[in-house]
């Protein structure tokens, strides 16, 4: 696929200093501190689009709102809907209907569903989302075409692991954000941030670390993964250590 019939796509994840994005408990991580957060706020108010996969969906219910009013008011003041596009990918087609997802704030929701699943998804959340037959399995290229169809030119991908590193392993990602907390999860039961995998950047092959900011007490790594890597697009706040 060339690049043009693609969005931009940016992944951004947070982890613990080995390499965690959540423990192993029935709570969500925050891993993230309120600055850094804002930070996240900004970029996804810079996107059309903001993925997770329906892990994520059903282990942190997240909202995948813009919070910040300003950055609403300031998208709806260029035609642009206050948020983003919510969207996420499904195989078993096993979402709740009463999940945040769906039913937090006005942004309209795609849900990439696998054929197999198809009917049963329509059946349940079909009243919530614009569901769309993917395929068996679900090929993230064609999704992404899919999506660059759909007017989308600027995508988030806030994971969880399985879909990083499906994106990464198909060299479908142009920027990566990986912020470092400052602490250990330590239990082998949890989620990393990406498992194993024919990744294209390898120690013969190393990808560019774009910039390097502390935003207090965690570190933010921006690498550009392609040469359709934009300079500007971090989010403010801050200090470079570079
Ligand atoms: N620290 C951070 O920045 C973040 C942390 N997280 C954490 O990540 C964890 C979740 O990660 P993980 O379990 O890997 O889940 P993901 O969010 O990556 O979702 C995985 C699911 O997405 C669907 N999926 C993925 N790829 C495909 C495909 N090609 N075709 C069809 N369906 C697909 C499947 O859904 P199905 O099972 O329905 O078939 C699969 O089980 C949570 O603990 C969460 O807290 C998440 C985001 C950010
Ligand atoms: N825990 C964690 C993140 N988690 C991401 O944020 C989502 C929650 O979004 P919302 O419900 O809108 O606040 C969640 O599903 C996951 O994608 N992100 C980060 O930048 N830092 C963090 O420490």
């Known amino acids: 696929m060339s690049c043009s019939t693609r969005p ?8 613990s200093i080995d390499g965690y994005i959540d423990d192993a408990s029935d709570q969500r991580l925050m891993l993230s501190n309120a600055d850094d957060l804002d930070r996240v706020d900004a970029v996804r108010a810079s996107c059309d689009a903001i993925l997770v996969g329906a892990g994520t969906v059903r282990r942190d219910d997240p909202r995948l709102l813009v919070r910040s009013a300003r950055r609403r008011a300031e998208r709806v003041a260029c035609g642009r809907p206050a948020s983003p596009t919510k969207v996420t990918l499904t195989a078993r087609g096993d979402l709740d209907p009463t999940a945040r997802f769906f039913t937090a704030g006005d942004a309209a929701r795609l849900v990439y569903c696998a054929t197999g699943a198809l009917e049963k998804t329509q059946e349940r ?87 390097a900011r502390q935003i207090g007490d965690v570190v933010l790594l921006r ?13 403010a706040g801050g200090r470079s250590l570079r």
Request: hydrophobic share 45%.
């Open 8 to 15: 931009y796509v940016l992944l951004s994840c947070a982890t």
């Open 125 to 211: 959340i079909g009243r919530q989302a614009t569901v769309v037959d993917a395929g068996d399995p679900v090929d993230p290229g064609w999704l992404l075409a899919d999506l660059a169809g759909r007017g989308v030119g600027r995508l988030m991908v806030e994971g969880g692991g399985t879909v990083h590193a499906q994106f990464l392993a198909a060299g479908l990602a142009d920027e990566l954000h990986l912020v470092v907390a400052p602490f250990f999860v330590g239990d082998g039961r949890a989620p990393r941030f990406v498992g194993e995998g024919n990744f294209p950047w390898h120690p013969g092959h190393r990808a560019r670390l774009a910039e």
């Open 223 to 235: 690498y550009a993964l392609s040469d359709r890597f934009t300079e500007t697009g971090g989010g």
